[in-house]
Structures are given as C-alpha cells and as structure tokens.
C-alpha cells in the first residue's frame, strides 16, 4: 500500500486548498474499514492530528480548523480529502495523509507541503 498525496501549495490568507490522499493498492474493504486521518507538521513543532474520520463516519477536528476544514474520503477511488477554507499563515505547514487500518496496521504518506502567506 502506498498513499499518494497531492494537492498543497502556495495561497494567501483566506484561500482554499484541497489535499486529496490516494491509498494505491489497498482493496476496498479494507479502506472502507480504516480510520482516515490528516495531520500537519510546522517547523520547530510537533506533528499534531488536524482531521480524522472513521469507518462508520465520525469526523474528528482540531480545535484550531474547526469551522474551516473538512475531512471527506471516496471509496470507489480509495481517496481521502481534506478541504481546507479561510486559511491562515498557522496553517503553513507539511501535511500528512494517515489510514489506519482496522486491525491496528498504519500507512503514513510522504507529506505534502501546505504555504500561506499573511
């Protein structure tokens, strides 16, 4: 299984971007049973959990995006998004597409980079 992220950038305080994370070669079952999640990390911090989801669709947030991101997922395509509206320079940052699996197994992606100038 590998994640593909894509979907960061470069966008001005008040913009939107969508990540999207790609699980290639995981089978349908298996995506549709794991908890999807998004975390970010900016420099000098630790990796702090931004958005989950899990499999029988409960939506987790931290308090910091609440009102302002989305986490979403298509199962025909294995994909997980993360709409992010009204972004803020605090939001720079690398972000990072997780799916756990239910029986406990993590995929991580390679991080995809988030820049919001004020």
């Known amino acids: 299984v590998q994640l593909v992220e894509s979907g960061g950038g470069l966008t001005q305080a008040g913009g939107s971007l969508r990540l999207s994370c790609r699980a290639s070669g995981m089978i349908l079952s298996v995506f549709g049973g794991s908890t999807l999640a998004w975390y970010r990390q900016a420099p000098g911090k630790q990796r702090e959990l931004v958005a989950s989801r899990t499999s029988d669709g409960s939506t987790n947030y931290a308090d910091a995006v609440k009102g302002r991101f989305t986490i979403s997922k298509d199962n025909t395509r294995r994909t997980v998004y993360l709409q992010m509206n009204s972004l803020i320079a605090e939001d720079t940052a690398v972000y990072y597409c997780?799916?756990?699996?239910?029986?406990?197994?993590?995929?991580w992606g390679r991080g995809t980079q988030v820049t919001v100038s004020s």
């Open positions: 997780n799916i756990r699996e239910l029986q406990g197994t993590d995929h």
